[in-house]
């Protein structure tokens, strides 16, 4: 279904709403899609320069495909999230995606595949959760499938006052404004086969007025083997002998735990240590940090092997060279993470 045709299609109120219910967290401020480049920037009145809130007006617009295309954000205001989508961005990417959603259809796991430009995108609803706990979720899946390459959203744990929205996809069923289509083009919903979930605009809404939903119990299974978002670490009693309190702030911190239970806050390992590196692009575990050992390794050649050393990667600086005022800040949130 790669054209226009369905621009007209019958649009109820009460269908509208329902599916603005099942992809909109946020009324108060939408984003819209600027078909010169593909990227999308807040709605504003720029004579007033104030956000603009969303309506049902807009929505029914988007899937008309009346001039407009708007995205959605995933997490609401109170960064909590009803959905996650994994993004492939081409053929082989989006095949092992499909993969994954085989394989979760098996488990009772329901999932709904969206052609796009290049790839696709694989929707996941569930009960409302943390954007927090959606994102170890996905993560979760997207460690056990090897998606590597493949990008989740939403791409932020919460909200915050740098990021007050978070990142969004399009809003499905709307015309895809990009230059390089030749038109705009609308992408639906399809089934393993790719074939269209349904042969209308306004069926395929019906159908997501009511998405299947993850089981509760799987999130709940997934959600106590995945690795903790928020690192919380207890008591730290790692070396007793060589810890006091009047330690300089490094030599305290690493004395207050060993790399391995640090670490295994962040990153999901096996029972000898092994994981996916977190700082390059792993397929093969190359990440490996031994419980009976005190350092971390990656045998791709990630450098570095302290706790510090790890934090300051996974803080994402490029280089374990800090300035004073960094490694400062750094120091001085390790102390506060461990309870120092
Ligand atoms: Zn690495």
């Given at each position: 279904?790669?054209?226009?045709?369905?621009?007209?299609?019958?649009?109820?109120?009460?269908?509208l709403?329902?599916?603005?219910?099942?992809?909109?967290?946020?009324?108060?401020?939408?984003?819209?899609?600027?078909?010169?480049?593909?990227?999308?920037?807040?709605?504003?009145?720029?004579?007033?320069?104030?956000i603009?809130?969303?309506?049902?007006?807009i929505?029914?617009?988007?899937?008309?495909?009346?001039?407009?295309?708007?995205?959605?954000y995933?997490?609401?205001?109170?960064?909590?999230?009803k959905?996650i989508v994994?993004?492939?961005?081409?053929?082989?990417?989006?095949?092992?995606?499909?993969?994954?959603?085989?394989?979760?259809?098996q488990?009772?796991?329901?999932?709904?595949r969206?052609?796009?430009?290049?790839?696709?995108?694989?929707w996941?609803?569930?009960?409302?959760?943390?954007?927090?706990?959606?994102?170890?979720?996905?993560?979760?899946?997207?460690?056990r499938?090897?998606l590597?390459?493949?990008?989740?959203?939403?791409?932020?744990?919460?909200?915050?006052?740098?990021?007050?929205?978070?990142?969004?996809?399009?809003?499905?069923?709307?015309?895809?404004?990009?230059?390089?289509?030749?038109?705009?083009?609308?992408?639906?919903?399809?089934?393993?086969?790719?074939?269209?979930?349904?042969?209308?605009?306004?069926?395929?809404?019906?159908?997501?007025?009511?998405?299947?939903?993850?089981?509760?119990r799987?999130?709940?299974?997934?959600?106590?083997?995945?690795?903790e978002?928020?690192?919380?670490?207890s008591?730290?009693?790692?070396?007793k002998k060589?810890?006091?309190?009047?330690?300089?702030?490094?030599?305290?911190?690493?004395?207050?735990?060993?790399?391995?239970?640090?670490?295994?806050?962040?990153?999901?390992?096996?029972?000898?240590?092994?994981?996916?590196?977190?700082?390059?692009?792993d397929?093969?575990?190359?990440?490996?940090?031994p419980?009976?050992?005190?350092?971390?390794?990656?045998?791709a050649?990630?450098?570095?092997?302290?706790?510090?050393?790890?934090?300051?990667?996974?803080?994402?600086?490029?280089?374990?060279?800090?300035?004073?005022?960094?490694?400062?800040?750094?120091?001085k949130?390790?102390?506060?993470?461990?309870?120092?």
């Open positions: 279904m790669r054209h226009e045709g369905d621009s007209r299609p019958e649009l109820d109120l009460e269908l709403r329902a599916y603005a219910e099942t992809f909109i967290s946020r009324w108060d401020t939408y984003p819209v899609q600027n078909p010169k480049d593909g990227t999308y920037f807040r709605a504003k009145d720029f004579t007033t320069d104030t603009q809130p969303l309506s049902l007006a929505v029914e617009r988007h899937l008309r495909g009346q001039g407009i295309t708007i995205g959605a995933l997490l609401d205001t109170d960064s909590q999230a959905s994994f993004d492939a961005d081409d053929a082989e990417h989006w095949a092992s995606v499909q993969h994954m959603a085989d394989q979760l259809e488990e009772g796991v329901p999932s709904y969206e052609q796009s430009r290049r790839g696709g995108h694989l996941l609803f569930f009960d409302r959760m943390p954007g927090a706990d959606a994102r170890r979720f996905g993560n979760f899946l997207r460690n499938y090897e590597d390459g493949v990008e989740l959203y939403p791409k932020q744990d919460r909200l915050t006052e740098m990021n007050s929205v978070g990142s969004l996809v399009r809003l499905p069923l709307g015309l895809h404004r990009h230059p390089e289509l030749p038109t705009p083009q609308r992408f639906v919903f399809v089934d393993r086969e790719n074939v269209p979930l349904a042969p209308s605009v306004r069926e395929q809404m019906a159908i997501l007025t009511n998405p299947q939903k993850v089981p509760r799987f999130v709940k299974a997934i959600l106590k083997r995945a690795p978002a928020k690192p919380h670490f008591t730290p009693q790692f070396d060589k810890f006091s309190k009047n330690m300089p702030p490094d030599k305290k911190i690493k004395a207050a735990v060993s790399v391995h239970d640090f670490v295994s806050q962040f990153v999901e390992l096996t029972p000898t240590g092994r994981g996916y590196c977190p700082f390059h692009e397929h093969r575990m190359s990440f490996s940090t419980p009976n050992a005190n350092y971390w390794h990656c045998f050649g990630c450098t570095g092997q302290t706790v510090i050393d790890f934090f300051i990667r996974w803080k994402g600086y490029q280089s374990l060279d800090l300035d004073r005022e960094q490694w400062g800040e750094v120091l949130e390790l102390l506060g993470m461990l309870h120092l």
